[in-house]
């Protein structure tokens, strides 16, 4: 079992509809970031969360540090937010940092 | 800020040759992180530094990889030699402290063919 898991792997939907895509994880956490990587290749730290929830415009992160599970919504969804999408927890051991990645999630919107 | 900078964006290279790519983080910054993203196994953190100081390299494949920060504006990454399994994206990215977000540069696009 991964350490950290995503679902769906891969999620298309209409333009307009509220887009929600999971993530949990076996570990104990300092923190959990969601990460956006374009077509192009290139990766944007969305949120970065360790309790609660975060939002920034039509996007919305939410962390349940008991439940161990992380959810990022999109409302309105737009083309333009077709991306794959990361979740990764970090961790310490040692003082070190250790930063685990889920395999992402490939999202399209359809016009 | 233009943001972190990587260099090359693309390097094609042959078996055997050494490779160095290059990263400037953002000015002010005091992380620094190589990740590599291959389609097998996601995305990979190789090592880190604090301050210039490498803190964790055990995400470094083996001896053929290795990583300086001579500087707070500069960190290489080489592969001697390179073999063709080394073929990935290499990110380099960077952050203020614990407590922020990174920001990641365009990455490099390595073929060792």
């Known amino acids: 079992k991964n350490e950290v898991e995503q679902s769906p792997q891969n999620l298309t939907a209409q333009e307009g509809e509220f887009i929600t895509i999971n993530c949990s994880y076996s570990v104990g956490i300092s923190a959990l970031h969601w990460l956006q990587q374009h077509p192009g290749g290139g990766i944007v730290s969305l949120f970065m969360l360790s309790s609660g929830k975060k939002k920034h415009g039509r996007l919305i992160a939410t962390i349940n540090i008991q439940e161990k599970h992380s959810s990022l919504h999109i409302t309105a969804s737009h083309p333009r937010d077709s991306a794959v999408y990361i979740c990764?927890?970090?961790?310490?051991?040692?003082?070190?940092?250790?930063?685990?990645f889920g395999t992402g999630t490939r999202l399209t919107i359809i016009p | 800020d233009a943001g972190v900078i990587q260099s090359p964006r693309h390097e094609v290279t042959e078996m055997g040759q050494e490779v160095t790519l290059r990263c400037k983080p953002i000015?002010?910054?005091?992380?620094l992180f190589w990740y590599r993203q291959t389609m097998m196994r996601g995305l990979e953190l190789l090592i880190y530094f604090n301050n210039n100081v490498p803190i964790d390299d055990s995400g470094m494949p083996e001896d053929r990889f290795s990583a300086k920060m001579p500087n707070a504006s500069f960190s290489t990454l080489k592969i001697q030699p390179s073999e063709p399994r080394d073929s990935a994206v290499y990110f380099c990215a960077s952050r203020w402290d614990d407590n922020t977000e990174a920001f990641f540069g365009q990455g490099t696009r390595l073929t060792v063919v």
């Open positions: 000015s002010g910054h005091n992380s």
């Open positions: 990764a927890v970090r961790s310490r051991y040692f003082g070190n940092e250790k930063l685990t």
